[in-house]
């Protein structure tokens, strides 16, 4: 890395770090319409995000009659959005260090998902501000232009701030599913800068050079895919390792300091990223001098790599084939954690066991139903398959199901469904404040996936030659219909984690309780019944099912492994006033989960001019 670079980029960084872009939330002029789910039907409202968030140690913006912040031109339901990254961003990301200081390697490169993801939403917004017409003058709708532009450029110099600030030698040696999150988060980088340099007229106009002679100028953001793509493209190939066809006839393993277990997210996230890579990933011919080979302390120089290689597809298609037919799923038709092998007892000069995925952990965690979305999404791009959209809708009306929707009216609401009660998404470790950095990740990730699997089909796709095909006119429209009943239940989780704010802004992880007490009431008992080995909020067990014979021998729990960060800070005194105080209290992390919600609920819902009023409970 040259250095000068690196003083220039954190130049850049600082000045936009100091350009103000508070946005004030307005009332917004648009009109009701009825969302119907099934037998539900409710007029929804935007009432509850009318005012503004309290954010202590904000100046006043003194704004002129031009500024955009007195337009009424931008929803509350997006406005909540740009408080929830305003928050993120400014208690938790540190520019200095590159990175969420106190997020760990694999959450961070999730936050960095979320803050692009977040970003291509900002990016369509502006687009579709610039060409508003209304009673603006165009001087005034070319500063809001402007300001829009500054917010957009001021998260994403703190993005390009992550690539050096992320612990990317740390990473490679970590588990395979942390490395895929990796691949997942430049990606999603990579397709806001494609987006962000088509949309508005900010972002590629006619300019002159210091000669004075014209040309036309790329968005400058555009220098940064060819690193992004690479970091991808590394990583991807250091994962790929982890498939192995010696055990289950197929599928990922976790974690190769481990014995071998094949899981649920390892596996989802393969397929995501395989197909990620072959729509999004670029090509790339850095050589950059980093083995992908373990064995070996040989270097090797990568060879390139080119766009839109078959090999990821087939990679994609070959691993949902085996998630689908692994038996992962449960009677609630939710993925379960994963797989051991019965017997195993280790590696080359032991036993490989029964050689079958046949020790099956029942745990469930949110993720599990989430990542996959998004895979299923690309394989029905790639393939036109109706059937891979059709299993994305099943698993979400399961989810749904399974957070106790249906009973959401009677007494029954408040037992715990499988994933949730009274219509709200939870962590069993939710209720009881014991949730680990990884347990406060995961409901964020899950709303996440589900923003990519709903969004509209497109008029055309590409099919396996290249070729550009149209797109059935039914598939598009049960697709969205389907996507909009998610509507009202989305909008139920958005307002429950809304009420978790404290007075700065911050959300908390366990959207049920302050949701209850407000909706239903004081209600003292709330119990998550579970089965499986919650490992990923309690620690990986140490006996012979989950370590290597050495580990065992060693008695030592740190050697070689990336745990859940267990290391919780003391409960806050007076926990009962905040149910989300207790344990890690309010993170980044949980942070994240309400803003994936809330941008769920603005592409589901607000996007489409839906009133959304979550004071009201739903019919």
């Known amino acids: 890395m040259d250095f000068s670079f690196l003083s220039i980029l954190l130049i850049i960084s600082t000045i936009f770090e100091q350009i103000s872009c508070a946005i004030q939330i307005q009332d917004a002029e648009i009109q009701g319409r009825h969302l119907s789910h099934g037998s539900d039907q409710a007029v929804l409202d935007d009432n509850f995000l009318q005012s503004p968030l309290d954010l202590p140690g904000h100046d006043t913006v003194i704004q002129d009659e031009f500024d955009i912040q007195k ?6 339901t997006f406005s909540a959005l740009l408080d929830a990254i305003e928050v993120m961003q400014e208690y938790y990301f540190k520019v200095w260090a590159g990175t969420w200081p106190r997020a760990i390697d694999w959450t961070a490169a999730v936050m960095g998902t979320h803050i692009s993801a977040t970003l291509s939403s900002l990016s369509e917004f502006k687009g579709d501000h610039s060409k508003s017409k209304g009673r603006h003058d165009e001087s005034r709708r070319s500063l809001a232009r402007q300001n829009h532009e500054n917010l957009i450029n001021q998260y994403f110099t ?8 992320q612990n990317a030698f740390s990473l490679r040696t970590q588990a395979f599913d942390d490395m895929l999150w990796v691949v997942l988060g430049w990606l999603e980088t990579v397709k806001f800068i494609n987006l962000h340099s088509q949309t508005g007229s900010m972002t590629t106009q006619d300019v002159s050079d210091l000669k004075g002679h014209p040309k036309t100028a790329a968005w400058y953001g555009r220098q940064f895919i060819p690193q992004f ?3 991808a493209r590394l990583f991807y190939d250091l994962a790929f390792e982890g498939w192995d066809t010696t055990l289950c006839n197929g599928g990922m393993i976790w974690n190769p300091y481990l014995t071998p277990y094949k899981n649920a997210i390892t596996n989802q996230l393969f397929i995501a990223a395989s197909i990620g890579m072959y729509f999004d990933f670029p090509g790339d011919d850095n050589s950059s001098p980093f083995t992908t080979e373990r064995s070996t302390e040989e270097v090797h120089a990568m060879p390139p790599a080119k766009a839109h290689d078959q090999k990821y597809l087939d990679a994609a298609i070959e691993g949902y084939r085996w998630l689908s037919t692994s038996n992962m799923t449960n009677e609630q038709g939710l993925y379960v954690d994963g797989f051991h092998i019965q017997g195993w007892s280790g590696g080359k000069n032991g036993s490989q066991g029964s050689g079958k995925c046949d020790v099956r952990d029942e745990m469930v965690y949110t993720y599990n139903q989430g990542v996959v979305l998004s895979g299923l999404r690309g394989l029905w791009r790639a393939t036109g398959s109706i059937s891979y959209l059709e299993d994305g809708h099943e698993l979400i009306e399961n989810v749904i199901s399974a957070t106790g929707w249906q009973q959401r009216h009677n007494k029954d609401g408040w037992n715990w469904a499988g994933l949730g009660r009274n219509g709200v998404l939870e962590e069993a470790c939710d209720s009881s404040g014991t949730c680990s950095q990884d347990g406060h990740t995961f409901k964020g990730i899950f709303f996440h996936h589900l ?8 008029k055309k796709r590409f099919d396996r030659n290249g070729q550009t095909v149209p797109v059935d006119d039914d598939v598009a429209r049960l697709h969205r219909n389907s996507c909009d009943g998610y509507g009202i239940w989305i909008r139920h989780n958005a307002r429950a984690a809304y009420l978790t704010r404290d007075s700065q802004g911050k959300f908390g992880t366990w959207w049920g309780r302050p949701f209850q ?6 209600e003292e008992h709330y119990t998550s019944t579970t089965e499986g080995t919650d490992y990923r909020n309690k620690g990986v067990p140490m006996d012979e099912l989950w370590r290597l014979p050495i ?6 729990e ?3 492994m990336r745990e859940a960060d267990m290391n919780m800070p003391e409960p806050v005194q007076h926990w009962r006033s905040d149910p989300n105080d207790r344990g890690r209290g309010r993170t980044v992390e949980t942070q994240s989960g309400g803003l994936a919600v809330l941008r769920a609920l603005w592409h589901t819902v607000g996007r489409r001019k839906i009133l959304i009023d979550l004071n009201e409970e739903d019919a």
């Open 71 to 76: 337009s009424s031109d931008i929803p509350p």
């Open 158 to 165: 703190q993005i390009t701030s992550f690539y050096f600030g």
């Open 229 to 231: 793509a690479h970091r």
């Open 451 to 458: 923003t990519i699997f709903c969004a509209p089909l497109p």
């Open 517 to 522: 007490q407000i909706v239903r009431g004081p």
């Open 551 to 556: 580990d065992l021998a060693l008695q030592d």
């Open 558 to 560: 740190e050697e070689h």
